[in-house]
């Protein structure tokens, strides 16, 4: 109803800039528009910035329909109708993930807590890898030298597992770890196969004001805060 937000454009622009290839649109809201027409124009007015941004405009999936309606169960066409259109253009327009297997496991911590009579519980999605019950493992990042554990449980959706591959979001249970010991943003990692560092070298491109970014300029040791897997950390910049 509102028409297409600034962050809308930003959106776009950053999955562009990750590498982000197939997206699919939902047009919300759909229930306080009364004339056909103008839906007509919102979803041209939409392929038309999708093709200014590198996307396949012509082609991208673009789903009609009010999320309120399938909430509260009226509406059906553009209600859970929409909903179930908008699932299956995810189905098939995006394709699944090429899962990197045979590196070694590692997973970034989202999340941590404690079970009683059983440890400390680390969630996170395994980016690369696999993990088996009774591979020795490192928490890595934040400390000054690595925490060497033992994996002794998998969980995944309530389910005991064997093992955790790519792609998995999971909980790993780590024998010897106090909740302390480890923070959303380190990582999990297969014992000896990554350290940690205190300086990198980067490739940035910097949003314009009119993309959203900035409004003035930055120099040498300007600080800002930089995301990076399930961590935020203050850095300092040197050119």
Same mark, same amino acid.
């Given at each position: 109803s509102d028409g297409q937000m600034p962050q809308t454009r930003e959106h776009l622009l950053l999955a562009r800039q990750v590498g982000v290839q197939h997206i699919v649109v939902f047009v919300n809201k759909v229930d306080t528009i009364d004339d056909p027409e103008m839906l007509e124009l919102v979803e041209m007015?939409?392929?038309e910035l999708l093709s200014t941004? =590198?996307?396949d405009g012509d082609n991208v999936p673009v789903v009609m329909g009010s999320a309120l309606c399938a909430l509260e169960g009226r509406e059906e066409e553009i209600g859970v109708k929409a909903i179930d259109k908008l699932l299956a253009a995810v189905d098939e327009y995006i394709p699944t993930p090429q899962r990197d297997l045979e590196k070694p496991f590692l997973m970034g911590v989202e999340d941590v807590f404690s079970i009683s009579g059983r440890g400390t519980v680390v969630t996170g999605r395994v980016e690369r890898g696999n993990l088996k019950k009774g591979d020795e493992v490192e928490i890595v990042g934040l400390n000054k030298t690595p925490l060497k554990t033992t994996v002794t =449980?998998?969980?995944?959706?309530?389910k005991e597992l064997d093992q955790a591959m790519a792609g998995d979001n999971c909980g790993i249970l780590l024998r010897g770890i106090k909740r302390d010991d480890i923070k959303r943003g380190m990582v999990i990692a297969k014992?000896?196969?990554?350290?940690?560092?205190t300086k990198f070298l980067a490739s940035m491109y910097i949003l314009t004001k009119e993309e959203?970014?900035?409004h003035s300029g930055f120099g040498?040791?300007?600080r800002p805060q930089l995301f990076i897997r399930t961590g935020d950390v203050t850095v300092v910049l040197t050119f």
């Open positions: 007015e939409m392929r941004y =590198g996307f =449980g998998i969980e995944m959706f309530k014992t000896g196969t990554i350290s940690a560092h959203g970014g900035r040498e040791h300007y």
